[in-house]
């Protein structure tokens, strides 16, 4: 199957400092990719939707200004935590449908953020 | 508004045993139907998916899962489940179209005792 990477696969940082994290599609190209959030044992929630060329579609509550999405190419989406905080501490996902008209997703393996 | 509901959050059952997670949908229309493992710490891997045709689906590691319209379900099933098999199962559905999100359940923990 498709493979998503994740860049890094955990990371700790300060609070006030700003952290990035990268989502690739490896064998395949990805016009639209996810970005999740996942709290301790809870489910999945979808942050904002991230389309190559243009701007990012967030969900509802969720700040742009804090959680910053640009998609650079057909392959790379990338999430920047914005002056982050404890309360942004949580388990970030991408995915990516596996061909533009495809509604199978494949996730990246996740991004533990621990802000300090 | 289109849900996916897991009703059980925690499940144990010992090994070799047969088990069955329930998942249940609510979609003005047939959605497209997904079941997802994860373990501690990592991304979510698809076990199996349905969008239509025969509503027993096959997938990886011997799960199968049954489409019911009639009871707005898509429960998980395995005939004899490993050790390996403990982890957290989320069920997830897509209202189709041009539409990509998935609406994910709150998932099943699935302890295995030996």
């Known amino acids: 199957g498709a493979v998503v990477s994740q860049h890094p696969s955990r990371v700790i940082c300060k609070s006030g400092t700003s952290v990035k994290i990268e989502c690739r599609s490896l064998?395949?190209?990805?016009?639209?990719m996810f970005w999740y959030r996942q709290f301790p044992k809870k489910s999945l929630m979808l942050m904002a939707t991230?389309?190559?060329?243009?701007?990012?579609?967030?969900e509802q509550g969720v700040e742009k200004d804090k959680f910053l999405i640009n998609h650079a190419s057909l392959t790379l989406s990338t999430l920047t935590v914005t002056s982050a905080h404890p309360e942004d501490s949580s388990f970030y996902i991408c995915s990516a449908p596996w061909t533009s008209g495809s509604k199978e997703q494949f996730f990246g393996p996740g991004t533990r953020l621990t802000v300090l | 508004a289109q849900s996916v509901t897991q009703p059980d959050i925690h499940i144990t059952v010992s090994e070799g045993a047969s088990l069955e997670l329930r998942c249940n949908y609510s979609?003005?229309?047939?959605?497209?139907l997904f079941w997802y493992v994860q373990s501690p710490g990592q991304g979510l891997q698809l076990l199996l998916k349905?969008?239509?045709?025969?509503?027993l689906v096959q997938g990886i590691k011997g799960f199968e899962a049954e489409f019911k319209r009639s009871q707005s379900s898509f429960n998980l099933r395995k005939p004899s489940v490993h050790w390996s098999d403990a982890a957290e199962y989320f069920c997830a559905g897509n209202s189709g179209g041009s539409n990509y999100k998935l609406t994910f359940g709150k998932g099943t923990l699935l302890t295995v005792n030996p």
């Open positions: 064998d395949f190209q990805a016009t639209t």
């Open positions: 991230s389309n190559e060329g243009s701007k990012a579609t967030y």
């Open positions: 349905y969008f239509s045709g025969d509503t």
């Open positions: 979609y003005g229309a047939t959605p497209y």
